[in-house]
């Protein structure tokens, strides 16, 4: 679920101001089946203990 409520990737929509935004990519070793439509701490949970690799990066984004 993202920031809006909404399932899925909707592109980035920054405020007025100039701000940072975090995205973590994780590849798990194996599916993480029954997670239909599942909350950040659902995926957090199944993820435990099955993360191989973990990438975080951060982004400035502005209005022009």
């Known amino acids: ?3 809006g409520k909404q399932h899925g ?3 980035a ?4 101001v100039r701000h940072r935004k975090f ?3 994780c ?3 194996k599916n993480l089946d029954g997670l ?4 950040k701490a659902q995926v957090e949970v199944a993820m435990e ?3 191989v690799a973990v990438r ?3 982004g400035a984004y502005e209005k022009e």
């Open 27 to 29: 590849a798990p070793d």
């Open 56 to 58: 975080e990066r951060m």
């Open 9 to 11: 990737y909707r592109g």
């Open 36 to 39: 239909k439509h599942p909350a």
């Open 1 to 3: 679920m993202n920031e």
């Open 23 to 25: 995205q973590r990519r």
């Open 13 to 16: 929509c920054p405020p007025v």
């Open 49 to 51: 203990g099955h993360r």
